[in-house]
């Protein structure tokens, strides 16, 4: 004879008061036989079948009395939960193999229905993407490169050029362009097209990292750049970044951030300008000279 092993947990977390107090009524809690979830049980301040004919009045309580679900449906009017559990139980030992094949038949069914959820979920996520991507990048294809803004250039370039460039991004309506990363133009069927990349966390609030690289349609002639690229200097000017402070020349003078730790700076006398020593041996020490008649 097959035995069956019965307990019982929680339905919801941290809801598991088995008897309840004078002003909370007892949680719910699920029927586990050998390891399924059977079904469970719950109190009822009346009986159901009893008021509203649901369910079977397997307890034959009117009142307040415990009530369960599971292979017996809906069981009623009992005076304990153990009660409410075992008609449950009596339900499923008569042909455990035919409840087993229900549930197993309700779990493929959910999981059928999660999978399908699933892929169309997928599918809308690929399609808001290419969504996406067009109205960042455009639908038409890439065209030869006309003109590049080095990477950091505001911080190594003329400030007139500076300047200028500063100027031409905000007319086209890429000032939120990252200066860490090159801009260029491509010259597409239809149009000069900018591509720039824009920190993720100037366009949703969070302190991201992770880029997205836009295009717009150039509305004016960039600017000429005179400096060439200097890959060379873009370990250095990423370490030894400039930032500005409220507490020192109430924000009019730029600080190396990352000399000004090391220093452990805590008076204005210690805070270490920008561009700082490194900065400028950096930009000094231009390999694309080196060697150069003099």
């Known amino acids: 004879m097959r035995s069956f092993t019965l307990t019982?947990?929680?339905?919801?977390?941290?809801?598991?008061?088995?008897?309840?107090?004078?002003k909370l009524a007892p949680d719910e809690f699920l029927i586990i036989v050998d390891g399924i979830v059977l079904g469970?049980?719950?109190?009822?301040?009346?009986?159901?079948?009893?008021?509203?004919?649901?369910?079977?009045?397997?307890?034959?309580?009117?009142?307040?009395?415990w009530a369960s679900w599971g292979p017996r449906g809906l069981s009623c009017g009992h005076p304990t939960r153990e009660a409410a559990?075992?008609?449950?139980?009596?339900?499923?030992?008569t042909e455990p193999s035919g409840y087993d094949r229900e549930l197993e038949m309700i779990r493929a069914e959910r999981e059928a229905e999660a999978a399908r959820r699933q892929a169309e979920q997928e599918a809308e996520?690929?399609?808001?993407?290419?969504?996406?991507?067009?109205?960042?990048?455009?639908?038409?294809?890439?065209?030869?490169v006309i003109w590049k803004l080095p990477a950091f250039h505001a911080l190594y370039a003329d400030p007139a050029e500076v300047a200028a460039v500063a100027a031409w991004l905000e007319a086209n309506g890429m000032e939120d362009a990252s200066g860490l990363h090159e801009v260029r133009i491509e010259q597409r069927a239809t149009r000069r097209a900018a591509l720039y990349y824009i920190p993720q966390r100037m366009r949703n609030g969070r302190?991201?990292?992770v880029m997205e690289l836009h295009a717009v349609t150039v509305v004016s002639d960039p600017p000429p750049i005179t400096v060439p690229d200097r890959p060379d200097l873009h370990p250095v000017l990423a370490e030894h970044e400039p930032a500005t402070s409220a507490q020192i020349d109430f924000g009019r003078s730029f600080i190396c951030v990352r000399c000004t730790s090391d220093a452990k700076?805590?008076?204005?006398?210690?805070?270490?300008?920008?561009?700082?020593?490194?900065?400028?041996?950096?930009?000094?020490?231009?390999?694309?000279?080196?060697?150069?008649?003099?």
């Open 8 to 22: 019982r947990t929680p339905r919801y977390a941290g809801y598991d008061s088995l008897e309840g107090t004078s």
């Open 40 to 65: 469970g049980t719950y109190w009822c301040s009346y009986n159901p079948q009893a008021a509203a004919g649901w369910g079977e009045d397997d307890g034959g309580l009117s009142g307040p009395s």
């Open 85 to 93: 559990e075992h008609a449950q139980l009596r339900a499923y030992v």
């Open 125 to 144: 996520d690929e399609r808001r993407e290419i969504q996406q991507r067009r109205e960042r990048l455009g639908d038409d294809e890439p065209g030869p």
């Open 207 to 209: 302190n991201s990292q």
């Open 265 to 294: 700076a805590t008076l204005p006398a210690q805070i270490v300008p920008w561009p700082c020593p490194m900065v400028e041996k950096a930009i000094t020490n231009d390999p694309a000279k080196e060697g150069a008649p003099r």
